[in-house]
């Protein structure tokens, strides 16, 4: 048979791709840089605090990071679009309830169904059934899907804006919840079949030696598996205590808000191009030969920001955390079914997206308590570039012997 030509492949794959790619979009409206954007209103309406507030905005993303953890592995015994028709009118449900939200309960509540059924479960849903779906192409299936949380990064925080003056904030959150049921609608339509893995050749693609199928209960166990999880969890981490703070920062260095706004777009291209040139680069070195060196351009990026007051800092950071981010956008959909298989990856992918999900969090609550402890957000940025350091330093034997495993596996 005639080897299927690589230019062919985002139109041969086009349905799966697409829904893929609509999942990381409709996943922005729990993200923390979509939610962010209207910390001042909520702010305001409920009479809370920098640390009041990201406390319970922690609080309600580890309720969902631990409802992840037992509800994920559905996506290993359901089909997507049973998943997707589940899962879509829940976000809409906390898109609708965050513009009610008239007290605590009721924005708690939201900010629940948000976290989970948003940043949690439609990009769990995207990344496991690509994961499942793809092996030959897996990276560049991956890196091509998440363009959607690329695009909901570039475009929906400007047209979110541009709505709440015209008509109010709590009109955003209307339609986001409109627009996720419609959108959820066409992702079920897409994966009306599920796609058979196939071979570069066409055929279909056999089981992978290396790891055929590891259970949750295994990984767990495994002493590999946590240095992983210090290094994949840091870009969630990060990214949302800056953009969560980003409002603060801007007020405290007196940088007119439009500096960090028009500051997105070029981290929007960078991640664009990055997750698809990671992509390309897993699918020929694997995730693990990436591992030790995607957390080093955001390490730098983080030092700038946390010590030059100058604005031009604001844009070397979000350029720098562009590269990091688009390369983990891929490593994270490549190297878990690298390491651990396919069978159990829907439960594997559970605790690890609990575990994103909870890191996010954790980043905005910690920091706003620090910020109304004294603690400056210079100092918090730096620290946070140190982490990176330290991951990076961490996750590289790990790797090599990971590496090792992998080969003593295809020699057995």
């Known amino acids: 048979m005639t080897p299927l030509r690589k230019t062919a492949f985002p139109r041969r794959e086009g349905r799966w791709l697409l829904g893929g790619f609509l999942l990381f979009l409709l996943s922005s409206f729990g993200q923390t840089f979509f939610v962010s954007l209207f910390a001042e209103d909520v702010r305001g309406r409920h009479d809370l605090t920098h640390g009041s507030y990201g406390a319970l905005y922690m609080a309600a993303t580890l309720l969902g990071a631990i409802a992840l953890t037992r509800t994920g592995h559905l996506v290993d015994r359901h089909p997507a679009r049973r998943i997707v028709l589940v899962s879509t009118p829940l976000l809409a449900l906390g898109a609708v309830t965050m513009a009610y939200s008239a007290d605590l309960f009721t924005l708690f509540g939201a900010l629940v169904l948000l976290r989970l059924f948003g940043q949690g479960m439609m990009t769990h849903t995207a990344f496991t059934v690509l994961g499942r779906w793809f092996t030959r192409y897996r990276g560049r299936a991956v890196s091509l899907a998440a363009l959607g949380l690329n695009t909901g990064e570039a475009a929906l925080p400007a047209l979110a804006v541009a709505l709440a003056a015209a008509s109010g904030w709590q009109s955003v959150w209307w339609a986001a919840g409109f627009l996720v049921v419609a959108v959820g609608a066409a992702v079920a339509a897409l994966f009306r079949t599920e796609r058979v893995p196939r071979s570069a050749t066409g055929s279909p693609a056999p089981a992978a030696p290396a790891a055929v199928g590891w259970t949750r209960a295994e990984v767990l166990r495994d002493r590999c598996f946590y240095p992983l ?53 897993l699918d020929r070195l694997t995730g693990l030969v990436l591992l030790p060196v995607f957390l080093l351009p955001l390490a730098g990026g983080l030092v700038l920001l946390g010590t030059v007051t100058a604005p031009w800092s604001a844009f070397a950071f979000m350029a720098l955390y562009g590269v990091t981010n688009g390369l983990s956008l891929s490593l994270f959909g490549a190297v878990w079914p690298e390491v651990y298989g396919t069978r159990h990856l829907g439960a594997i992918r559970s605790v690890v997206v609990a575990v994103l999900v909870f890191a996010s969090a954790l980043g905005p609550g910690a920091g706003g308590l620090l910020l109304d402890a004294g603690v400056g957000q210079p100092v918090q940025l730096v620290v946070l570039g140190g982490y990176c350091l330290v991951a990076s330093a961490l996750v590289a034997p790990v790797t090599r012997r990971l590496r090792a495993r992998g080969t003593a596996a295809l020699e057995s």
Not at 229 to 244: C, D, K, S
Not at 264 to 276: D, G, M
């Open 229 to 281: 999880l210090l290094a994949t969890a840091a870009p969630a981490l990060i990214g949302n205590t800056v953009f969560f703070h980003q409002v603060h920062l801007a007020r405290t260095r007196d940088w007119p808000l439009e500096v960090l706004a028009s500051a997105f777009p070029l981290y929007a291209v960078l991640t664009v191009l990055c997750s698809l040139a990671g992509g390309l680069l």
